[in-house]
Every structure is written in C-alpha cells, then in structure tokens.
C-alpha cells in the first residue's frame, strides 16, 4: 500500500474534523485593514474653460488624431503629386527610354496624318476612340508610377508595349475607316 494512502487512513478522524472558524475575528482583522490613514491629501485643481478634457480614451483619441492627419498628409500629397509626375521627362529617367519614346511618337504622329485623325468622325468609331482613351489613361498612371521603377529594362518593356498597342489601335482605325467608306460609297452606288 502507497505510504499516503496509509496515512490518510490511520489519521482519517483527525482528518475528518472541521475546526470552528471565529467569522467576527476575520471580519475585524478586515475593517481594520481599511482603517489605516493615509498621508495623502487631494487638492482640488480649477479647470480652464480653454482645456479639453480627454478623459479615459485618451489613446483612442491620439490614434484618431494620428489617422486624421496621415490621411489629410496623404491627401494633400497626391493632389500635389498628380499635378506634378506626369511631366518628368524621360530623359532623366533613362537616355535610351527617351531615344524610343521619340522613334515611337514619330510612327505614331506619321499614322495620325496617314488616317486624317483630327477629321475622323468621333461618333461613327466611338469603340476605338473608347480604345485610345482608356489606354491613354492607363499611360498617365504608368508615367505618375515611373519615378518608384527601378528597373530600366521593365521600364522600357511596359513603354514599347503601349507605343505597340496605341500604333495598333491606329491601324484598325484605318481599317475600320476604310470598311465603313467603302459601305457608305456602295450606299451611295444603290442609290443612284
């Protein structure tokens, strides 16, 4: 047999026995805790009518006041930035991004005056036109994210790809231009 499990059972009346508690003992051992003076004294402070209280949430109204100005930082910054990134020039960023981007805007330009693009019936090719703006647009971003690439060469992958894509664009206007005079003379020839 374990040695506790033998000692419980020699001592088990010993055991057993519940001593009295003296419950007014304690409760004056108690109340005398509570009794004891303290030296400190409370001073009663005016509050300024130009004070603002904060009061227990003091870290909620610091973290909201830091958001509110991060934010209002943030805004301010791209309002700014959009005036001012889209006229970086090329060659500043890169000699040779800058000697493509002139090759390509000469094709480009060249196409233009092949299509009599100022003349070109907006309406009738609205879905090209639809075409070439949201290209466009997607270029003032890639130009106002230019100054954060580091690397050149993805750099002037990304440039070539919108000349590549714009030049594109210009020809299936020219097609479609082409398509839709033809139609319009065959009208024309029924007619007569």
Known sequence: MDPLEEFILD???????????EQE???????GGFEQKTTLRVVEKKISPWQISIGRNWLITMAATFALCIGVGLW??????????PS????????E???EQARYMALISQKKEEIGFDQVDRKAFQEV??????LEDI???YLNDLPSYLAKEEVIHTLTKYYERKIRILERLSREMEKHYQQEKRKNEKRI
């Open 11 to 21: 001592n088990r009346e010993e055991l057993d026995r519940i001593e009295e508690i």
């Open 25 to 31: 003992a304690i409760w004056q051992r108690i109340a």
């Open 76 to 85: 301010f910054v791209k309002g700014t930035d959009t005036a001012t990134s």
């Open 88 to 95: 970086i020039p090329l060659a500043d960023f890169s000699p």
């Open 97 to 99: 991004l800058a000697e």
């Open 129 to 134: 036109f639809e075409e070439l703006k949201l």
């Open 139 to 141: 270029h003032g971003e």
